[in-house]
């Protein structure tokens, strides 16, 4: 879901590239459609290197593509589908650091951008360990990405800039999902297992597909000493098909401890 709302994302950036061809025209037209257009065909151009790092699954090259209209463009009607794309590309690079510097200038330019702030709950987790200084900060961090996500999904009636709104119930259950297992994450980091199963089971609850936190579900089960859970759990995660095969290594561990 999440590929196919940055695809979306991407193809609004080439929705727009008629328009360019006749600048002067641009600012009408906007008001006409309400959405975001390009003031010069340099601008145009920026972009269509975005789209092609983009379509190439290039995110070193998204992100150089990106700086570049955001540096040379700063009145760009683009930015927050632009940071947004960037911190998606650092992610992808697996750049913890960059992630949270794009995810903080997203946030900056919108407060109440969901999708930003399921991923800075997720990938601080995923990146926080039992004995860092620091964990106690980035314990905090994720509980309050995650649970100001969840308070928003409550009342978050139309999809992000994008996303078809066909695509945002399903969308939607996927960020409450990963909110609520990156509280489980947390819980599991202060070693309150049975908020961390509550949380796990929430996650379940929101995307039962969902295999991730179920086998998460199933560690914390071995961790709070419910075996015969912790089993049945890895079992479950075990017998679905298309799963991740890092997961069912993960499933069959937690189940042969």
């Known amino acids: 879901m999440r590929k196919k709302f940055l695809a979306f994302t991407g193809a609004l950036i080439l929705a727009a590239m008629p328009l360019a061809a006749r600048p002067q025209q641009a600012p009408a037209a906007a008001a006409q459609s309400g959405g975001p257009h390009p003031k010069s065909q340099n601008e145009v151009k920026a972009l269509q290197k975005v789209q092609a790092a983009a379509q ?18 700063k009145d760009t009607e683009y930015k927050p589908m632009l940071l947004q794309m960037a911190m998606d590309a650092a992610q992808r690079q697996n750049d913890f650091a960059q992630t949270t510097v794009w995810g903080d ?53 139309t999809p992000p800039a994008g996303l078809p709104d066909a695509q945002w119930p399903d969308y939607k259950k996927q960020l409450t999902s990963q909110s609520y297992d990156a ?34 579900l199933a560690k914390a089960y071995r961790e709070n000493k419910q075996y015969d859970e912790a089993i049945s759990e890895a079992d479950k995660v075990l017998a679905m098909n298309e799963v991740p095969p890092s997961v069912k290594t993960f499933a069959q561990q937690e189940k042969d401890n």
């Open 56 to 73: 190439a699954n290039d995110p070193a090259a998204e992100l150089q593509a990106i700086n570049e209209v955001l540096e040379n463009f």
């Open 183 to 216: 509280l489980g994450q947390a819980a599991e980091l202060k070693k309150a297992y049975p908020d961390a199963i509550k949380d796990y089971q929430s996650a379940i609850d929101a995307q039962p597909t969902s295999a991730v936190p179920m086998a998460r």
């Open 105 to 157: 200038r997203v946030l900056q330019a919108d407060p109440n951008n969901i999708p930003a702030r399921v991923m800075l709950a997720e990938v601080t987790a995923q990146h926080t360990r039992e004995f860092d200084l620091d964990k106690d900060q980035s314990i905090k961090k994720i509980e309050d990405y995650a649970n100001k996500a969840l308070e928003l999904l409550k009342t978050a009636n």
